[in-house]
Structures are given as structure tokens and as C-alpha cells.
């Protein structure tokens, strides 16, 4: 069973970093190219970064370059996304992506959402007689 597994997303303030992974299981993962895109709510989905079967060449997003670096760990099949000076227009579910060399499979993960804000998460405030 094919799976992409995300972890590391959340709420940040302007200019805060995050790390996102991706571990995947299912597949031979060396043997994909992994991307990592994300889609703001109104917006299309777009390619973020890009990384090449063993790592060589990485691509990114005009938008991301200088403050994102993606990277891959074939021995433990996981790709991530460090994501430095964050930006509010950054806020989005962010997905990553394995596209076969030379063949048409692709699989995508479930996504996650990644919020930068100036607000907090906020606190419950209950009263109750």
C-alpha cells in the first residue's frame, strides 16, 4: 500500500520557520522525483520546490527561492521542506508529490495545513455555573 506521510505543519508568526516531512512507504521511493506543492484556499495548487531522483538538482518557486530548501533521504525514504522567514501569503495545505521516473504513476499525500499569522491559536475561555 502506497503511502505519503506528512508531519510538521502548524501555526507560525511572520518571519518564524518550519520543517516539513514526508515519509513515504509502498514504492521505491529512489527511483521518483519528489515535489512538494500547496494550495491557498481560493487558489490553484502550485509547485513549491522540487527535488531529482538522487538529489541533484532541486527547483523551487520564484515566490520561495532563498527562504525554502528542500531534501531527500533515500536510505529512509523521506523528503522534506525547511521553510525559513515565513510570509503570510505562505499560509496554505501543502502536499508533497512522487512523480515515476519514466512511468505515469504519481502519488500525492493528504496535505497539511501550514498558517502563518500575526494571531494566536487562541485559548478557550469556558464559564460555566
Known amino acids: 500500500q502506497v503511502q505519503l506521510v506528512e508531519s510538521g505543519g502548524g501555526l507560525v508568526q511572520p518571519g518564524g520557520s518550519l520543517r516539513l516531512s514526508c515519509a513515504a512507504s509502498?514504492?521505491?521511493?529512489?527511483?521518483?522525483?519528489m515535489k512538494w506543492y500547496r494550495q491557498a484556499p481560493g487558489k490553484e495548487r502550485e509547485m513549491v520546490a522540487g527535488?531529482?531522483?538522487?538529489?541533484?538538482?532541486?527547483s523551487y518557486a520564484e515566490s520561495v527561492k532563498g527562504r525554502f530548501a528542500i531534501s531527500r533521504d533515500n536510505v529512509r525514504a523521506t523528503v522534506s521542506l525547511q521553510m525559513n522567514s515565513l510570509k503570510l501569503e505562505d499560509t496554505a495545505v501543502y502536499y508533497c508529490?512522487?512523480?515515476?521516473?519514466?512511468?505515469?504513476?504519481?502519488?500525492?499525500?493528504?496535505?497539511?495545513?501550514?498558517?502563518?499569522?500575526?494571531w494566536g491559536q487562541g485559548t478557550q475561555v469556558t464559564v460555566s455555573s
Open positions: 508529490k512522487a512523480e515515476g521516473m519514466g512511468s505515469n504513476s504519481e502519488y500525492w499525500s493528504q496535505g497539511t495545513q501550514v498558517t502563518v499569522s500575526d
Open positions: 509502498g514504492f521505491t521511493f529512489r527511483y521518483y522525483v
Open positions: 527535488v531529482t531522483i538522487d538529489g541533484g538538482r532541486k
